[in-house]
């Protein structure tokens, strides 16, 4: 399989992929739509699932010549997992019918942010209080978002809200697909230290979600936020783009930067060099580890351990990068200085986004050793006991 399979993906990209003009072939510029729409026809976007969902049947090791195949071309499509997350989300979770009318779409195109976080409910998630309430076939939507990556551009979010507060607040919260673009949805964008407006604030008044947009059960929201959450970990944990390095994972550019900047010699800087590529070498397996778990068992807690160590991963490249730039980091402002100050504020997306490094220690610490469970006070009481700042 393995062979054949390399030359079909391989005959297939060189016909339908111009790797110069970084576009679909015949075309002068990248159409996502239409260049995804192919890809997802041919069965190479989500290789692993079954064909009836848009995909081919194959085990992860077929799906990784796939993988290989688009990077060595630089094609667009394979790698999009982040924004693919409500797909994945909806794949795992959503009814047939759910599936047959969404699945496609958002395999094709659209953005999906993640409606989680709220001013009050950021690592103690299960806090959050944007409530949905029952309205004939809808329900309706009132609450605040915070740090919603991408929600400006997104066309639909996966949203967590709060549908009881009668019962303990792990119940009584239901996850829906949302869309986005309706009246009642306000997205304010939050300038960040990277210069970036990726995340935002969104304000959500009266807007409407149709029942059948539930993922999962009506008030089993939290057990299918998990599904989601350990999906979002799992990509986190094979890294984000870097400016320095190019695509994630290239940790060689650290050498060429070395290299260009004569520091190449410096046997220390070498042995720093090497453990870098060391820990993202091992991580990559860790995370392979993982993403068998996933396909077998539907959850792993291994992603915890991986987006924990790509945190330092990329916080221990970027303090690399700037020892070879040396003061030059701080004095010119040369590209190379631009980019390595953007990937050390950047490094701190991955240790705070999708859970913070100390709560990643925490699910590591209770589902991967075992250690008793932290103390929670407001585990067990009604939700509309629970104390709020405000
Ligand atoms: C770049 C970026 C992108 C993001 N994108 C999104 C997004 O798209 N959608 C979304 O919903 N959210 C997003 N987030 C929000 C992110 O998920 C939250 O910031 C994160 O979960 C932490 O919540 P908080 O900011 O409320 O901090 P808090 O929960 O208030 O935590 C503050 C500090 O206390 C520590 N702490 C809290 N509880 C515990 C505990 N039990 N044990 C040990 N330490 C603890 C935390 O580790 C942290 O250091 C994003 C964040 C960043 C930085």
Known sequence: MSGALEHEVEKWLETNWDRVKGCEAGKDTYDQKSW?????????????????????????????????????????????????????TIFKLGSDELKTELLYELLTGPICCLLYSEPGAGSDLAGIRTRAVKDGDDFIINGQKVWTSNAVE????????????????????????????????????????TGEDEF??????????????IIGEYNQGWKSFQTAIASERLIMGQGITSRLRGAAGKVPALLALAHKHDKLKNPALRQEIAQALAYRQLNSLNMLRAKEEMVKNGSSSLASLGKLAMSRIQHGEAALSAKILGPNVLIRDTEDARNANFDAAKAYMNSIGGGTDQIQKNIIAE?????????????????KEVKSGS
């Open 367 to 383: 589902r991967v050793l075992g250690l008793p469970k932290s103390t929670d006070v407001s585990r067990d009481i009604p939700f």
């Open 36 to 88: 995804l729409t192919k890809v997802v026809d041919a069965g190479y976007a989500v290789p692993t699932w079954p064909e009836k969902w848009f995909g081919r049947g194959l085990s992860p090791k077929d799906a990784g010549i796939i993988e290989k195949a688009f990077q060595a071309h630089g094609a667009q499509g394979w790698g999009r997992d982040r924004f693919h997350l409500g797909a994945i």
């Open 154 to 193: 997104a066309e639909y979010g996966m949203l967590l809200t709060r549908t009881d507060i009668d019962v303990p607040k792990h119940q009584g919260i239901t996850f829906f697909i949302f869309p986005m673009k309706q009246d009642g949805v306000e997205v304010r964008p939050i300038n960040q230290i």
């Open 200 to 213: 935002n604030e969104v304000f959500i008044t009266d807007a409407r979600v149709p029942e059948r947009f």
